[in-house]
């Protein structure tokens, strides 16, 4: 892999350890609903995303305007995510609700590349990714193994991540093709998370006053927009300049692993010898997307260069 791929899978690793931190950080706000914590976080990210790229948006609005339907349908995955993703989460568990959302991500983000894009999966990007998903199907058996939960919130709560997966890859999806269409990668982040976090603000606005009962449940709140949310997605915005849509959400797959290794040591959760079988599987499909070929995919030239180049800073 060139010296640019590997810049992209270093950005995206280190955002799935950002956001694998996300449901360990929640349990220190235990009276913040699911509701309230996942548009604090996506939506106040997603408009300081949108503040720093206002330039950008601005010089690319008429770009951004011809594709206005990717630009909806991304911001549509960036409102109805955080709200799945931690509900799934309050439901299931901190591990299990991980696991199906991130772990259904790749599936989800492959077959729109291959429906809508046209763009061949191949052999190396199949292998890694059967890998993490059933790394991440044994970590999750193994949580909910080792901790069983009422039956109906357990099915709701992966029911409601298998949406959490789907619109994911929907916005990170939308926001590589218009990065492939030519605009910039903080025009395109920009607009994606800015409009979903506008989206997100009457949520905030009617659930969010547990955020303000207590100066941990506060600063938790903070810590969520600004470190895995903020920060997590301006990496993830640099990463997928430099690998495709699919290969970023299969590297995310790193993410459950965090997460479940947090909820052992910070939590105190206990995960049997299974679930650490699990996790083997999820860093063997990484491994793999590291050092394989490029052969499914042009990346990084997926992006054109120039997209890149206009917003390197």
Same mark, same amino acid.
């Given at each position: 892999? #060139?010296?640019?791929?590997?810049?992209?899978?270093?950005?995206?690793?280190?955002?799935?350890?950002?956001?694998?931190?996300?449901?360990?950080?929640? =349990?220190?706000?235990?009276?913040?609903?699911?509701?309230?914590?996942?548009?604090?976080?996506?939506?106040?990210?997603?408009?300081?995303?949108?503040?720093?790229?206002?330039?950008?948006?601005?010089?690319?609005?008429?770009?951004? +305007? !011809?594709? #206005?339907?990717?630009? *909806?349908?991304?911001?549509?995955?960036?409102?109805?995510?955080?709200?799945?993703?931690?509900? +799934?989460?309050?439901?299931?568990?901190?591990?299990?609700?991980?696991?199906?959302?991130?772990? !259904?991500?790749?599936?989800?983000?492959?077959?729109?590349?291959?429906?809508?894009?046209? &763009?061949?999966? !191949?052999?190396?990007?199949?292998?890694?990714? @059967?890998?993490?998903?059933?790394?991440?199907?044994?970590? @999750?058996?193994?949580?909910?193994?080792?901790?069983?939960? $009422?039956?109906?919130?357990?099915?709701?709560?992966?029911?409601?991540?298998?949406?959490?997966?789907? =619109?994911?890859?929907?916005?990170?999806?939308?926001?590589? &093709?218009?990065?492939?269409?030519? *605009?910039?990668?903080?025009?395109?982040?920009?607009?994606?998370?800015?409009?979903?976090?506008?989206?997100?603000?009457?949520?905030?606005?009617?659930?969010?006053?547990?955020?303000?009962?207590?100066?941990?449940?506060?600063?938790?709140?903070?810590?969520?927009?600004?470190?895995?949310?903020?920060?997590?997605?301006?990496?993830?915005?640099?990463?997928?300049?430099?690998? +495709?849509? !699919?290969?970023?959400? =299969?590297?995310?797959?790193?993410?459950?692993?965090?997460?479940?290794?947090?909820?052992?040591?910070?939590?105190?959760? &206990?995960?049997?010898?299974?679930?650490?079988?699990?996790?083997?599987?999820?860093?063997?499909?990484?491994?793999?997307?590291?050092?394989?070929?490029?052969? #499914?995919?042009?990346?990084? $030239?997926?992006?054109? #260069?120039?997209?890149?180049?206009?917003?390197?800073?």
């Amino acid at each position: 892999m #060139r010296q640019g791929g590997l810049a992209g899978v270093a950005a995206v690793l280190v955002t799935a350890a950002l956001w694998g931190t996300t449901g360990t950080a929640a =349990t220190f706000a235990p009276g913040v609903g699911p509701l309230t914590m996942g548009a604090a976080a996506l939506g106040i990210g997603g408009v300081l995303q949108a503040l720093i790229a206002l330039p950008q948006l601005h010089s690319e609005r008429s770009a951004l +305007s !011809s594709q #206005r339907g990717v630009v *909806i349908a991304g911001a549509l995955g960036v409102v109805v995510y955080p709200l799945a993703f931690y509900s +799934s989460m309050h439901l299931a568990g901190v591990a299990v609700g991980t696991v199906v959302s991130l772990g !259904s991500a790749p599936i989800a983000s492959g077959l729109l590349e291959r429906v809508v894009d046209r &763009r061949r999966l !191949s052999e190396w990007w199949m292998l890694a990714a @059967c890998l993490g998903i059933v790394g991440s199907a044994v970590l @999750c058996a193994a949580k909910m193994h080792d901790a069983p939960a $009422d039956l109906v919130g357990t099915v709701t709560g992966v029911g409601l991540g298998l949406v959490a997966g789907a =619109t994911y890859a929907l916005y990170t999806w939308a926001a590589y &093709r218009l990065m492939g269409r030519g *605009i910039g990668r903080a025009a395109a982040t920009g607009a994606v998370f800015g409009l979903g976090g506008l989206a997100l603000m009457p949520v905030l606005a009617i659930t969010g006053s547990p955020l303000l009962d207590s100066p941990q449940a506060f600063a938790v709140g903070a810590y969520m927009a600004l470190v895995p949310m903020f920060l997590g997605y301006v990496l993830f915005g640099f990463g997928l300049t430099r690998v +495709s849509a !699919s290969t970023a959400t =299969t590297l995310t797959l790193a993410e459950p692993a965090v997460a479940a290794v947090l909820a052992v040591v910070v939590v105190g959760e &206990r995960l049997p010898f299974i679930g650490w079988l699990g996790l083997a599987g999820i860093g063997v499909s990484l491994v793999f997307l590291t050092i394989a070929p490029a052969a #499914r995919e042009s990346a990084p $030239d997926a992006v054109p #260069r120039e997209a890149v180049l206009d917003n390197a800073g």
